[in-house]
């Protein structure tokens, strides 16, 4: 293997488990009641803009007019906002595993929304993948209970990251030839510029109730894990293997996710494995499988 293909594979591994670690280390922070939801997304989208704002200043400057700044704009309500703020309010209702595992649908969200809006072909080994894993989806937001202590209501939780899946291949799907037209953290740092600005313009008032002096070190931690690591860290860790591995690889890596998050939150007494979770799992990643196969096929050149 060569240097740049370890490369990438570092990077995406790297990305993944930082992913997958991010919804225990949510669920831990919110724990305690002190840091709300509201407040955990906007750190995120706060700290990453500030990050990706001061790593701009060390990049070739990119010149953005103001009709494309406006499509950033509406990219960031669709990729970051609702994406970023559903996943974590529907984290702190279900285990980290189960939203892991429903984040692994997104390909197929994708793969729907540009047969839909762009009018994608869309073949017999696609179809049966969306099919696949749609009941699994089904299964698992069906079959929810409170398979750990700190679920609330997983059945909602399930369904809010899911949302949270759809919006991020809405981006996708409408934003896809216009973001190639500027690099990562230029994109990034209006983004989440934009995402900033209206959550925390609509969530003022959990800013000013919040018991800040009550904040622990562990939930500090927590926040920065969130902010750092499973934002702009993973971020740029997608960034240097989507430049050196196929299309194909990088998406199996979203598998890493759900496993990591599973492990990790029944450690922690978290989650729990049952058997319609067992086949809500093997329907999900034989579908996204399938549409990814199917998918990259043809794009892939390495």
């Given amino acids: ?76 309500m669709l990729g970051v906002c609702f994406n970023q703020g559903c996943y974590i309010i529907g984290v702190s209702l279900t285990t980290p595993g189960e939203a892991s595992l429903v984040t692994t649908t997104m390909p197929m969200w994708v793969m729907l929304l540009a047969w839909i809006i762009l009018r994608e072909p869309i073949s017999l080994k696609k179809a049966g993948g969306i099919v696949l894993g749609a009941a699994g989806a089904l299964i698992l ?11 609330s209501n997983p059945a909602l939780g399930d369904l809010i990251v899911l949302a949270a899946q759809f919006s991020y291949a809405l981006y996708l799907t409408l934003y896809r030839n216009f973001i190639r037209r500027y690099s990562l953290v230029t994109i990034m740092k209006w983004m989440f510029l934009s995402a900033a600005l209206v959550s925390t313009s609509a969530t003022f008032p959990v800013w000013t109730s919040t018991s800040w002096q009550s904040i622990s070190g562990p939930e500090w931690a927590g926040i920065a894990a969130v902010v750092i690591g499973a934002t702009y860290i993973a971020y740029i860790c997608v960034m240097i293997g989507q430049k050196n591995l196929r299309p194909t690889i990088v998406g199996m890596y979203n598998y890493v996710q759900p496993i990591v998050a599973t492990l990790v939150g029944i450690s922690l007494g ?14 999900i990643f034989s579908g996204v499988w399938l549409v990814t196969v199917s998918k990259s096929l043809s794009s892939d050149k390495q």
């Fill in 1 to 76: 293997m060569s240097d740049i293909k370890l490369k990438g594979h570092l990077a995406m591994l790297g990305a993944n488990v930082m992913w997958g670690l991010m919804a225990p280390v949510v669920k831990l922070t919110l724990l305690s009641g002190i840091v709300a939801p509201l407040l955990l997304v906007d750190f995120r989208m706060v700290g990453a803009a500030i990050l990706f704002w001061l790593t701009s200043l060390f990049m070739p400057r990119e010149h953005v007019p103001l009709p494309d700044l406006l499509r950033l704009f509406g990219a960031g």
């Fill in 141 to 151: 937001v069906l079959g929810s209970d409170a398979g750990g202590q700190t679920a």
């Fill in 270 to 283: 978290m989650d729990r494995i049952t058997l319609l979770k067992v086949v809500a799992i093997v329907l």
